[in-house]
């Protein structure tokens, strides 16, 4: 009875790490359902180890309880749990292919009765202890392979976005590589050690029917160096292809800027134009009316208004490029609703390339649209401030986050802060970090009492001895 119970309770311990793993690989939090799944994990043991049924049902019913659970109750679809529940099965079956190895070994040494059943019950113990040191590795180390990265600003805005090469037709394919070799795996060491045979002696069954344990215990210790070299090769394979697809992104980020380069650049040429004739205007504008033809002169201005308005940005920022995209972003935020107010000033001197200020504005405002067009708002804003403090540009970009009836971004970004876990942001907030380091600067981003503040501190020239 007492070997029952320790049973009992090492698996218990054994589906509260797989709780844990499959919650960090996911990167969600289901704290509430932890009782009831270790609940139905005992339950489970307790019926195989009461009905003495083949390993083979608690296999399939183990399978089967992983991936309920995490559809159903945690909500994870279909294909984000599939990665989780193959890594789990395969480590469990490591589990026991050691144990059935250790045990029958054990069983064949001459020991007193009262050391004998300390083994029996220690083994599966330190096991157990292993694998979910293991299941704890592994969710850290290669949790990439299984679900997306989750953007730190994109929880704090309330919403997530699935990049494409990232979702159902990216990630996913390379996800279902790894169930053909865990399947693989599986098989092998379950058949090769008679795992699924109930109370019969799984070497004499197997493939190492006439082979020494420690043969098979090397055999083991190869399949999980297999093993874990396929998570390697398949988290170096993710990353690469998540590299690749955010240096594209970015490729397309840099060339709408290079248009806006190209467009402020056109317009100012007209502008320059214009004002290089205006005199002959007003030279022709004079001789008409001093002839007293008004209604040529009352078109000629009309014309004359027409051209002007066409030059005409609207916002006066100090960088024409700065205008044009400005002007363009904020007619779009009011078109739809949005009230923007800004207090945009460049200095005259500044040494920041056109490129990179479109970089940082383009993707910072159409962020802080797209979060105000999220959800139920009020009145949905956004503030735009751009000064200068001694040597540093600041650029601050806020705006009202959506209603939300679950925990919002800003708990879940402090979760993450308190876990330790390093923010992955998205790829337009990437693109933002990386022009702010070229310039030594910072990006800090501040969310609460229903506001969202992205704040850019960029160095525009070299600190001189002294200052």
């Not at 994109?154 to 990630?171: E, K």
């Not at 344990?213 to 190869?222: C, E, F, V, Y």
């Not at 970009?397 to 942001?425: C, F, S, W």
């Amino acid at each position: 009875m007492g070997f029952y119970i320790w049973w009992l309770c090492i698996n218990g311990c054994l589906f509260f790490a797989e709780v844990h793993f499959i919650e960090d690989f996911a990167g969600i939090r289901a704290k509430r359902f932890m009782a009831p799944y270790v609940l139905l994990g005992v339950l489970l043991t307790y019926g195989v180890m009461y009905a003495q049924s083949g390993g083979v049902l608690r296999f399939v019913l183990h399978t089967g309880i992983i991936l309920c659970f995490s559809v159903f109750v945690l909500k994870i679809s279909w294909r984000l749990a599939i990665a989780p529940a193959a890594i789990i099965m395969t480590l469990f079956t490591f589990m026991e292919g050691f144990q059935t190895v250790l045990l029958r070994w054990l069983s064949g040494q001459t020991v007193k009765r009262g050391m004998a059943i300390f083994l029996q019950m220690a083994v599966p113990g330190v096991l157990v202890f292993l694998l979910a040191v293991t299941l704890k590795f592994i969710s850290k180390k290669y949790a990439g392979i299984g679900r997306q990265k989750i953007s730190a600003y994109l929880f704090a805005q309330g919403h997530t976005v699935i990049h494409a090469p990232y979702g159902a037709g990216g990630l996913c394919p390379i996800r279902y590589t790894l169930l053909l070799p865990c399947a693989f795996i599986v098989w092998v060491i379950r058949s090769g050690l008679g795992l699924d045979m109930w109370l019969e002696s799984g070497l004499e069954n197997g493939f190492f029917e006439k082979r020494p344990g420690l043969w098979a215990m090397a055999w083991l210790l190869g399949a999980c160096a297999v093993f874990f070299i396929i998570l390697k090769l398949l988290g170096n394979i993710i990353t690469l292809s998540m590299k690749e697809a955010e240096q594209e992104g970015m490729k397309e980020q840099v060339q709408r800027q290079r248009i806006y380069l190209a467009e402020a650049k056109k317009r100012n040429e007209r502008y320059r134009r214009f004002q290089h004739d205006i005199n002959n205007h007003f030279f022709v504008l004079s001789g008409l009316l001093h002839e007293k033809k008004y209604d040529e002169a009352g078109k000629y201005f009309d014309g004359l208004h027409g051209i002007s308005d066409g030059l005409l940005v609207g916002i006066e920022t100090g960088n024409p490029v700065a205008d044009i995209l400005l002007n363009e972003k904020i007619s779009y935020a009011r078109s739809n609703g949005i009230t923007v107010s800004h207090d945009v000033h460049f200095p005259a001197e500044c040494s920041i390339e056109d490129i990179d200020l479109c970089v940082i504005l383009a993707n910072g405002v159409d962020n802080a649209i797209q979060a105000c067009l999220k959800g139920a708002q009020e009145q949905p804003e956004i503030t735009i401030r751009v000064r200068t403090r001694y040597h540093f540009l600041v650029l601050e970009i806020e705006n009202t986050l959506p209603y939300r009836a679950e925990p919002t971004g800003d708990r879940l970004g402090r979760h993450m802060q308190q876990e330790g876990r390093k923010p992955v942001y998205g790829t337009g907030l990437k693109n933002i970090e990386h022009t702010v380091e070229k310039y030594e600067g910072t990006m800090e981003i501040e969310s609460g009492k229903g506001r969202f503040l992205l704040t850019m501190l960029l160095c525009m020239k070299p600190f001189t001895k002294g200052e």
